[in-house]
């Protein structure tokens, strides 16, 4: 496996094409998944190993995944959407690094997580609107079957094997049972039956949020958002880290980036929310979104420091299954119905 020092600096040159004289810079940024910074005097690349816990310590599944996430980098610039450039998809190890890798372009700009604290009100509200747009543009490509996107759109919709819960509405409420029946280890009877009427009254609506497919970033942190400063005003310029990108249910796009949202601007009386889904051209279904942040596991709400939602899975789950409102789910501080 891979550690900081895996990336020499000859093997960095031989990546990037750098001469034994030209001036070249390597820093190691993180593990799982293994990323570095390689910058030269014309330009900054990243190279990403995709080394999660997950993948085994597989090289094959490594290379695999590389393959997908080049082709949901491919699919995007297809599209016109602003995404960054992949320079090299190695997915073998017969390469300077050894293991399967993705170099891409640097994206101008800021992250959507470091740039809001900066921004005026109206500033905050036309970067959220572009993010919006952006979502709404990736969610407008649509296909025929759910799954990965590996190489191309999916062939088949998968029958077997693994299935992401964001493919298919089964996927969704199965991994989502097996969630509920962990808390209902630790989370009062009076909770749950809160979840259960929650499902019944969505179960229809949250069906047909699958349907079609379409291009899903999977994985959707507000911090994969960089926006950098047009003539025009804000504009997005790529999103960050699509491994998990597939044809599926857009909706799950918003789970993570509400969660962290939530997380960042709770306590500063921004309604975030309105400009984002001005931007989206319509509001999501309150209803269906509570019920995937409901299924959602409680380490994506504790994962945060700082900015971690408040309260045990208990005391989260209850807040999400009774608020009935945007300004009441997006503030967990708020008080929430006796448990």
């Known amino acids: 496996m891979l550690n900081a020092a895996s990336l020499t ?9 750098a001469g034994p004289s030209d001036d070249l810079r390597v820093t190691f940024l993180r593990p799982e998944n293994h990323t570095w910074r390689i910058a030269t005097a014309d330009s900054v690349r ?3 190993a995709h080394t999660k816990p997950w993948y085994g310590g597989d090289p094959d599944a490594a290379g695999r995944v590389v393959q997908h ?6 699919l995007l610039a297809e599209a016109g959407l602003p995404t960054p450039t992949v320079e090299t998809a190695s997915p073998t190890r017969d390469n300077p690094l050894g293991w399967p890798y993705l170099l891409t372009s640097e994206l101008a700009g800021t992250s959507l997580v470091d740039l809001l604290p900066t921004l005026t009100r109206s500033e905050a509200d036309e970067a959220l609107r572009q993010v919006g747009r952006h979502l709404a543009d990736m969610h407008a490509l649509r296909y025929e079957h759910a799954g990965y996107l590996v190489d191309g759109p999916p062939a088949q919709a998968p029958t077997d094997g693994f299935q992401h ?6 996927s969704f409420l199965t991994a ?3 969630t509920w029946a962990n808390d209902s280890t630790e989370v009062a009877a009076t909770v749950m039956d809160r979840l259960a009427n929650l499902l019944a009254d969505s179960v229809d609506e949250a069906r047909r949020s699958f349907e079609p497919p379409r291009f899903i970033h999977g994985d959707c942190h507000a911090n994969g958002f960089f926006l950098d400063r047009a003539t025009s005003g804000w504009t997005v310029t790529g999103v960050l880290d699509l491994e998990v990108s597939s044809a599926g249910c857009p909706l799950f796009d918003f789970t993570k980036l509400f969660i962290e949202l939530t997380g960042h601007l709770t ?3 921004y309604r975030w929310w309105e400009p984002l889904y001005d931007g989206y051209g319509r509001e999501p279904d309150l209803q269906v979104v509570r019920l995937i942040l409901a299924g959602s596991s409680h380490i994506n709400y504790t994962c945060l420091g700082d900015h971690a939602w408040p309260g045990d899975r208990q005391t989260i789950l209850n807040h999400i299954v009774t608020a009935t409102r945007w300004e009441t789910l997006f503030n967990p501080t708020a008080e929430a119905s006796a448990v």
């Open 69 to 74: 996430e080049a082709t949901a980098h491919r």
């Open 9 to 17: 600096e000859p093997a960095a040159r031989q990546i990037v094409g």
């Open 176 to 178: 989502a049972m097996r």
């Open 165 to 170: 819960p964001s493919w298919r509405f089964e």
């Open 267 to 269: 306590g500063s009386g």
């Open 46 to 48: 990243y190279l990403k």
